[in-house]
């Protein structure tokens, strides 16, 4: 089946019902949050009331005592330079160096809490979310599509509210107190200073959409990068054995040269803020310097040498906010995507999902009724039509038949992985779709055909499915199904998806786990195809033990291995065209005698050869 690509975002959406919803993770820790705001708004107030001192330390400290000092010199008095006044600044510059130095500290403290913790509570839900979402949302997704989301896309929007924000807060701050301190002191400068803002910002309204754009398209190829990562290294081997590592790459290379492209533009498109910015500011000092020279030259001076410095210092500093949050908004045009990408996760819902008043399972005999069941994974491609089964208590059921017939579908859709599209399934005389899929889960015991094993010991994978299982019963377990060698290996380290094992092996431990949860209807799905022959005679002394008294159901590759069970079912295009023990089906020579001898004879052929 086809796995889902990225989707692609198109719609021109506003950042702030992003920003909101993102926000509230942040105002989980409202502690933190405040005290980040106090001493980032802090900072903003000690640096913005910079020029203020400075032109109180010319027009009060410096100039008068020039003056002081020009017209003692005129009048033949000699005099020394009081440095009182002047020390009065030293000191409160050393008293607001201290506060900033002690602010910095602080917010830098709390972003990175908040970045932290907010980023925990994001991957948390999406991890959760992993968990609820239903089989068939797997049989469409790609791992590295999603190990992009839990990674990249949840630090890239963190930053939002962490130190991303801190731009954000220190550059309204800075721009609201430095227009207010200039039109306060000379409207006119303050116009000279505020025309070039509008300009800005329309440039700014213009590039966002270009911005949007790529910054999707970048982290739409970052996850296709990713998935693509991740199948090649997996598939390696098939790679060189195919003699395929050319196409891999080339086709890796073309991604690659996509996310490059679209990277660079939103970068370019991005970077073009700050240029203009700069060009502004410094457009709006010259200006500042042309007509406030003039002024402070003029006799009487309109303004002081002090203010003349104070609006200088005001019309470079107000455009350093003005980049900040240029830059913050272009980092909110870019986490977009990634925003998107991550609460689109979030939201999507299960495709399979208890109905509302659903009850348990409470304990099930293991009767199981297909009625008219029918079942598609792709709408018109029917794979099960009109199905009708009846499977007793304790039976021991085989499926039989060609590769895509529909057996592995019977078995998903009795786990309830997915639900029938048509029909009813009854466990016990009860429609289960009545009952919660917990509950079901409960009482199924499922070995697959490719075994999973997670990091951690042997005895811990055993006892996963039943985390309270005693020593006694994992080693009751382990000699079941023939699985003695590891009696003494339950300390040993599996490794990353059972790495240190052999497949072999791997597929002993997922059986032994299976069987410890002592299940009521117990599911093989060609559970003995990666095993050796001797491993599987065995698994399958094991397997007549266990299923005495459960209902199972069984697929096997190797015919020979279900010779006992109860009732055989070959399954063909949905359908079941024979249904018999193993003796009755060989009685009536059809598919089922056809497939068996078949094998037989391969397997013969095997032995002489191999005898030669």
């Not at 089946?1 to 702030?16: Q, R």
């Not at 201290?98 to 908040?114: E, H, P, R, T």
């Not at 998935?227 to 290294?233: D, G, M, T």
């Not at 990277?263 to 700050?274: D, E, R």
Request: with cysteine.
């Amino acid at each position: 089946m086809k796995k889902l690509k990225e989707k692609k975002y198109t719609s021109n959406v506003s950042i702030f019902p992003f920003l909101r919803r993102l926000f509230k993770y942040g105002l989980n820790y409202k502690k933190w949050f405040m005290g980040f705001i106090i001493f980032v708004s802090l900072v903003t107030v000690v640096e913005a009331i910079t020029p203020i001192v400075w032109l109180n330390l010319l027009d009060n400290a410096v100039m008068p005592e020039l003056e002081r000092l020009k017209t003692d010199s005129v009048n033949g008095i000699s005099s020394t330079f009081d440095s009182g006044p002047l020390l009065y600044y030293v000191g409160l510059f050393l008293i607001l160096g201290v506060i900033l130095s002690f602010s910095v500290f602080m917010f830098i403290n709390y972003a990175g809490k908040i970045q932290e913790y907010v980023m925990f509570d994001i991957r948390q839900e999406l991890f959760t979310k992993l968990q609820e979402l239903s089989f068939s949302f797997y049989d469409k997704s790609a791992v590295g599509w999603l190990m992009s989301r839990i990674s990249s896309d949840t630090l890239k929007v963190t930053e939002l509210i962490s130190f991303g924000f801190i731009e954000c807060i220190w550059g309204f701050g800075m721009i609201t107190f430095c227009l207010a301190a200039m039109f306060t002191y000379n409207w006119k400068l303050a116009l000279v200073v505020t025309v070039t803002i509008p300009f800005l910002m329309l440039i700014s309204i213009n590039l966002r959409k270009l911005i949007l754009k790529y910054s999707r398209e970048s982290r739409r190829y970052n996850s296709e990068i990713t998935a693509s990562f991740n199948e090649n290294i997996n598939g390696v081997e098939v790679n060189k054995s195919m003699v395929q590592e050319e196409r891999a790459g080339n086709e890796f290379e073309s991604l690659s040269e996509k996310m490059r492209f679209s990277s660079y533009k939103s970068a370019y498109f991005t970077a073009l803020y700050m240029p203009l910015v700069i060009f502004g500011g410094s457009v709006a000092a010259a200006v500042v310097i042309y007509y406030g020279g003039s002024m402070a030259i003029t006799f009487p001076p309109e303004i002081t040498v002090g203010l003349l410095a104070a609006f200088f210092g005001y019309a470079t500093l107000i455009y350093e906010p003005i980049l900040d949050i240029s830059k913050y908004y272009s980092q909110v045009q870019s986490s977009v995507a990634a925003g998107e990408r991550i609460f689109s996760l979030l939201d999507t819902q299960p495709m399979i999902k208890n109905k509302e008043h659903a009850d348990e399972f409470e304990k099930i005999n293991g009767d199981i009724e297909f009625e008219n069941v029918s079942f598609h994974y792709e709408k018109g491609k029917p794979v099960i039509n009109k199905l009708n089964l009846k499977i007793k208590a304790g039976q021991s059921v085989a499926l039989v038949g060609e590769t895509g017939g529909g057996k592995s579908t019977i078995i998903n859709l009795i786990c309830r992985f997915y639900e029938p599209t048509e029909g009813v399934i009854k466990i016990d005389g009860v429609d289960y779709m009545d009952k919660t899929i917990h509950s079901l889960g409960n009482k199924l015991g499922v070995v697959l055909q490719t075994p999973h094993l997670f990091s951690g010991t042997i005895r811990e994978n055993i006892r996963y499915g039943r985390e309270d299982a005693s020593e006694e019963e994992i080693i009751g377990a382990l000699s079941l199904i023939g699985g003695e060698e590891f009696i003494e290996r339950l300390d040993e380290e599996a490794g990353e998806s059972g790495e240190n094992l052999s497949l072999g092996e791997k597929q002993l431990v997922s059986f032994a786990r299976a069987v410890l949860t002592n299940p009521r209807i117990f599911i093989m799905d060609e559970a003995t195809s990666s095993v050796d022959t001797l491993t599987e005679a065995k698994i399958q002394n094991g397997i007549h033990e266990m299923i005495k008294g459960r209902t199972s159901i069984i697929i096997a590759h190797r015919l020979s291995t279900i010779k006992n069970c109860d009732r055989i079912l070959l399954v063909k295009k949905g359908k079941i065209t024979e249904d018999g023990s193993h003796r009755e089906l060989m009685q009536s020579k059809g598919q089922y005698y056809n497939l068996y001898t078949r094998q037989l004879r391969e397997q013969r052929e095997k032995e002489i050869l191999s005898e030669k």
